[in-house]
């Protein structure tokens, strides 16, 4: 039976890695009823690790999708990775999802990964609820971490329990339940009933004062966005806690508050109240405002006139294929609708490609596992098989009412490796398994080195290409050669210049062809764009002429430089040119512009761009200066360091040519104590060492 819409949670876990993302979700699967046995990480037995490679590693690498129950709601989860290398799962499962929840660990508090999907939410607009998680752990600081939540990711957090301790059971004051600042009273969880059991007390007496403090707080913040609250708190009348629920849920809503809870997902404590903070605060796919597109079908993408569906049944059908999960017996691809109804054996149409696309099965996700059903309604997360035309990002819609969905925006890939078949029938087996793998990952790329015949695949780390390897071997047995991963650099130029270029009198098929073009190139760091081109004022051109040649000038900047890399942080403006009365045409612009262009490039000059990472190294306090050493010898820059309970957390831009086996150089300065974590920053000048390796 469908689920009504204002009864249904789309919502994603996400965290930095080793926060307890899948341990959080393992312990929601138990206490709704969905599973009778509880999975553990370290053990590969979760639901939602279900890959070799996952239960081997003991974290997440590929989303995973799940549908369960919570008293009267029906969730649809998403597991996220935390590792960076796998952030393209967080970002393409936070483009569908209405809701999140964010998890932190209250020993670490806020990490690099956290501010890196706190930004992928903040960029879709997702209301998040906060769950700082392990304060049964040595260290643990709920308060600590959320002031962290508010310096470093700049928002507002609101707790709405607290913890009753922190820290393990041997401790003086261990960790030991929640207060509850909604109803004022204290939670437990049993051990003897796996935290099933909750055990609902009066505060003890040493935890009254704080509870009525923060108890205050959540009223005051509150009463900010609500009259009827703040007319009962002058009143110093009672305040309900419907009264308090409603108006935390509105402000989530809006993103202006973040409800913050507190537990331990190991010691199956705080599981049952974080799932009724997702009943409470996080949005239906009715409290979100219609999803927007553009008129599909428009000439130029500036013409297309803004549409909205809203979501509803009774309105035409689009979604979003947000995933596809490469398969020898057929691709599946998550489609999350949005509007209109998805029945199976019907036909839809993709309208960024132009082409329909048979729906012969429609199936509700289940981890590994899958239900298939009849039809998929507004707020279905749901896998569609049977599709030859699409791929992650594309709209689906009905034929007879167009509409172009934003797609997803994946970042560029920053390291390379070589692979070798061994024999002619392996390379046609590997270009078949790497096209796959590049249909289910969009940040995966593979192609053919034209110098060396090299077949070079890339990706967003070593441990994402390590992943691929791995996958190469062990699942599709191919018999490969790998070699060592190499950066993949960028081009810019070092100057600006002016730059002309001509056609002329040029015999094209028995007809004199003509043009000049002028154009300015100058290197452009504030380009959100790799390649910039426009037109500046005064160019008086033939319409047709200046689109001809601000196309060769698009294509060309997208394309190489002069050492074969791509170019990016450039920017080329048309300045002026002319046209000849009977010999100019759109042809002649063409080789004037690719002319200019080539010309401007060599006048110019080569910048090699390195991609810097962003580095964050949790050490011991004794073992600083070895890391600051080491990292100073990569070539680092130190951007600032700070303490953290009893470690200190170094943060550093450093190229990533010089971070390859970091971490097994880092583990061996501290005895295995420290830890760290990069990400992807920016494009850097590389060295003129770096540059003259290449020239």
């Known amino acids: 039976m469908p689920t009504a819409l204002t009864h249904l949670r789309n919502i994603g876990v996400v965290a930095h890695i080793d926060a307890g993302k899948t341990t959080v979700t393992e312990r929601m699967l138990f206490y709704c009823g969905y599973k009778h046995r509880m999975g553990e990480v370290d053990k590969g ?52 999802l209405d809701g999140a929840v964010v998890v932190f660990s209250a020993r670490e508090g806020v990490e690099a990964q956290s501010e890196t999907v706190w930004r992928q939410a903040d960029r879709y607009h997702v209301p998040r609820v906060a769950f700082i998680n392990k304060m049964d752990r040595e260290g643990a600081d709920f308060f600590g971490a959320l002031e962290e939540i508010e310096k470093r990711l700049g928002a507002k957090p609101l707790p709405v329990n607290l913890p009753l301790g922190s820290g393990p059971p041997h401790f ?110 996080l949005p239906s796919p009715l409290d979100m405002p219609p999803v927007e597109g553009l008129e599909a079908g428009a000439k130029k993408p500036c013409d297309a006139k803004k549409m909205f569906r809203k979501a509803d049944p009774k309105e035409p059908f689009c979604g979003l294929l947000f995933k596809i999960v490469a398969d020898k017996h057929g691709d599946m691809h998550y489609v999350r609708v949005y509007s209109g109804c998805l029945k199976a054996n019907s036909r839809v149409l993709n309208p960024g490609k132009d082409k329909k696309e048979n729906i012969p099965q429609v199936w509700r996700l289940k981890a590994d596992r899958r239900e298939q059903i009849a039809e998929a309604l507004p707020g279905d997360i749901v896998g569609v098989i049977g ?65 060396t015949g090299q077949t070079l695949i890339s990706g967003m780390g070593e441990l994402h290409l390590e992943v691929i390897k791995h996958r190469l071997l062990r699942d599709y047995n191919l018999d490969v050669k790998v070699h060592n991963p190499r950066v993949s650099y960028r081009e810019s130029i070092a100057k600006r210049v002016e730059a002309a270029g001509a056609c002329h009198h040029r015999m094209i098929a028995g007809q004199p062809h003509t043009a000049e073009l002028s154009v300015r190139m100058e290197p452009a760091s504030d380009c959100a764009q790799p390649v910039v081109v426009n037109v500046a004022g005064g160019v008086d051109l033939p319409p047709e002429m ?26 080329v403006t048309i300045t002026g040119g002319h046209a000849h009365e009977t010999e100019s045409n759109e042809l002649a612009f063409r080789f004037a512009a690719a002319d200019a262009f080539e010309k401007g490039l060599r006048e110019a000059g080569i910048v090699l761009l390195e991609p810097i990472m962003r580095l964050e190294v949790t050490t011991p306090e004794d073992s600083v200066g070895e890391i600051v050493g080491d ?52 494009y850097g000048p590389a060295p003129p060492e770096v540059l003259d390796a290449f020239t």
């Open 387 to 451: 599709l030859r035309h699409s791929i992650t990002g594309d709209t689906l819609c009905d034929p007879k009412h167009p509409i172009l969905l934003e797609t997803i925006c994946f970042p560029e890939t920053v390291i390379s490796m070589a692979i070798e078949p061994e024999s002619s029938t392996e390379r046609k087996k590997l270009s078949r398994v790497l096209d796959m793998l590049k249909r289910q990952d969009p940040t995966f790329r593979a192609s053919e080195s034209p110098e």
């Open 172 to 281: 003086q004051d261990p960790f030991r339940g929640i207060v509850d600042l909604v109803d004022m009273k204290l939670r437990c969880f049993p051990a003897e009933s796996a935290g099933k059991e909750i055990v609902v007390q009066d505060i003890p007496p040493e935890a009254v004062e704080d509870a009525q403090m923060w108890r205050g707080h959540l009223l005051d913040q509150l009463s900010l966005y609500s009259d009827e609250l703040t007319e009962q708190l002058l009143a110093e009348e009672p305040i309900p806690p419907d009264l308090i629920h409603r108006v935390l849920r509105d402000a989530t809503l809006h993103n202006m508050l973040v409800p913050v809870l507190c537990g331990s997902a190991l010691d199956k404590i705080g599981i049952q109240p974080l799932l009724d903070a997702v009943r409470n605060y």
């Open 45 to 96: 037995t979760t639901e939602t690790d279900f890959d070799p490679e996952e239960q081997q590693r003991g974290i997440t690498i590929y989303s995973a999708a799940i549908t369960f129950p919570w008293k009267d709601i029906t969730v649809n989860l998403i597991d996220t990775p935390g590792h960076v290398d796998f952030t393209a799962e967080v970002e393409r499962s936070l483009r569908v």
């Open 631 to 682: 990292l100073q010898q990569r070539r680092a820059q130190i951007q600032r360091t700070h303490v953290r309970g009893d470690t200190t957390v170094i943060e550093a831009h450093a190229p990533l040519a010089n971070l390859f086996g970091y971490s097994n150089a880092m583990r061996g300065l501290t005895q295995g104590r420290a830890t760290c974590t990069m990400e992807p920053h920016s």
């Open 546 to 571: 200046l689109q001809a040649a601000l196309e060769v000038l698009q294509e060309r900047g997208e394309g190489s430089g002069s050492l074969g890399f791509p170019l990016m942080k450039l920017r």
